[in-house]
């Protein structure tokens, strides 16, 4: 098309957009368009969708909005239940949770473990259909990170990007820029947060769960504990190598600096963990590091 005809229309089309979003939002006359295809993250589920507070102590609240009537009760029992294990357990975790997510929108995908956007702060789409009570806890002090994270992000500028600097992300098993591996880096340290208070708790002989821990369920906790200290202090080297590259702002380093006195303290007991482990997921762990070792033979060269 002309580019004058071309750009007519594309601003017919975006101004239809805008139209719809102010009809089924801000309560503008019209009738809804069918092809405006529904935006799951603003609401816009196929049925009516349902909303109840859940108290967090002291006034704060979390809103559970879900389009799904039929299991609506049993989900919001689950949140709350993870909480409250959180609140037990792990309470410097609970307490940061309570101050950014606000909201919590359940998704079923098998493709998605949860997701937020940092155009919608507190917002955490979480999959509580394939997922068990242990992951629940990590999804959402894990979305709960990215929300306290972007925070920052949008009152300064923590980072310098250089597309010639990249460095290989264990969670993805992939080579990511700056930006990625310091986004993983400080989400991740909440999933070893929470596992590490849980292995504590653990070997104390003092979780109490809902149900019996199953042996399963033990041998789960140790491992992400170990899995996640592992993978973080392979990218705690990086972001070192990144700050001498100029890539980390001293906003950026604000941020991390304090989070990475609390991880290496995290880390004391990993030896400890190790031992309570069964020897096959000890082997997972030497074979983890041993990637690790070949990867950064490749990549830091």
């Given at each position: 098309m002309p580019l004058k005809l071309a750009s007519e229309k594309t601003l017919k089309t975006l101004e239809a957009q805008l139209h719809q979003i102010a009809i089924r939002h801000l309560g503008a006359v019209g009738?809804?368009?069918?092809?405006?295809?529904?935006?799951?993250?603003?609401?816009?589920?196929?049925?009516?969708?349902?909303?109840?507070?859940?108290?967090?102590?002291?006034?704060?609240?979390?809103?559970?909005?879900?389009?799904?009537?039929?299991?609506?009760?049993?989900q919001i029992q689950r949140i709350t239940q993870a909480l409250d294990l959180v609140k037990t357990y792990s309470p410097e975790s609970y307490e940061l949770f309570k101050r950014f997510t606000k909201r919590v929108v359940p998704i079923k995908q098998k493709e998605f473990v949860s997701y937020s956007l940092q155009s919608l702060p507190g917002h955490s789409f979480i999959n509580l259909y394939n997922r068990d009570d242990l992951d629940l806890m990590d999804d959402l002090l894990h979305e709960n990170g990215h929300h306290h994270l972007n925070h920052y992000l949008i009152l300064e500028s923590p980072l310098r990007e250089d597309p010639d600097q990249i460095y290989y992300s264990p969670w993805r098993r992939s080579l990511r820029p700056v930006r990625g591996i310091y986004h993983a880096h400080?989400?991740?340290?909440?999933?070893?947060?929470?596992?590490?208070?849980?292995?504590?708790?653990?070997?104390?002989?003092r979780l109490e769960w809902p149900k019996p821990l199953s042996a399963k369920e033990r041998e789960k906790i140790f491992f992400r504990y170990a899995e996640e200290w592992v993978?973080?202090?392979?990218?705690?080297?990086?972001?070192?190598?990144?700050?001498?590259?100029?890539?980390?702002?001293?906003?950026?380093?604000?941020?991390?600096?304090?989070?990475?006195?609390?991880?290496?303290?995290?880390?004391?007991?990993?030896?400890?963990?190790?031992?309570?482990?069964?020897?096959?997921?000890?082997?997972?762990?030497?074979?983890?590091?041993?990637?690790?070792?070949?990867?950064?033979?490749?990549t830091r060269s």
């Amino acid at each position: 098309m002309p580019l004058k005809l071309a750009s007519e229309k594309t601003l017919k089309t975006l101004e239809a957009q805008l139209h719809q979003i102010a009809i089924r939002h801000l309560g503008a006359v019209g009738m809804r368009s069918p092809s405006y295809r529904n935006q799951f993250e603003l609401g816009e589920f196929p049925g009516k969708a349902c909303s109840q507070k859940v108290s967090l102590g002291f006034g704060e609240e979390l809103e559970f909005y879900s389009w799904d009537q039929k299991s609506f009760h049993s989900q919001i029992q689950r949140i709350t239940q993870a909480l409250d294990l959180v609140k037990t357990y792990s309470p410097e975790s609970y307490e940061l949770f309570k101050r950014f997510t606000k909201r919590v929108v359940p998704i079923k995908q098998k493709e998605f473990v949860s997701y937020s956007l940092q155009s919608l702060p507190g917002h955490s789409f979480i999959n509580l259909y394939n997922r068990d009570d242990l992951d629940l806890m990590d999804d959402l002090l894990h979305e709960n990170g990215h929300h306290h994270l972007n925070h920052y992000l949008i009152l300064e500028s923590p980072l310098r990007e250089d597309p010639d600097q990249i460095y290989y992300s264990p969670w993805r098993r992939s080579l990511r820029p700056v930006r990625g591996i310091y986004h993983a880096h400080l989400t991740f340290f909440f999933a070893l947060k929470l596992y590490h208070d849980l292995s504590v708790a653990v070997m104390e002989e003092r979780l109490e769960w809902p149900k019996p821990l199953s042996a399963k369920e033990r041998e789960k906790i140790f491992f992400r504990y170990a899995e996640e200290w592992v993978m973080l202090k392979y990218t705690a080297v990086d972001l070192k190598r990144a700050r001498q590259f100029g890539q980390i702002l001293p906003a950026g380093m604000k941020l991390l600096t304090g989070m990475e006195a609390e991880r290496l303290k995290l880390g004391n007991m990993f030896a400890q963990v190790l031992k309570k482990m069964s020897p096959a997921q000890r082997r997972k762990i030497q074979k983890l590091q041993a990637t690790l070792v070949e990867q950064a033979r490749l990549t830091r060269s």
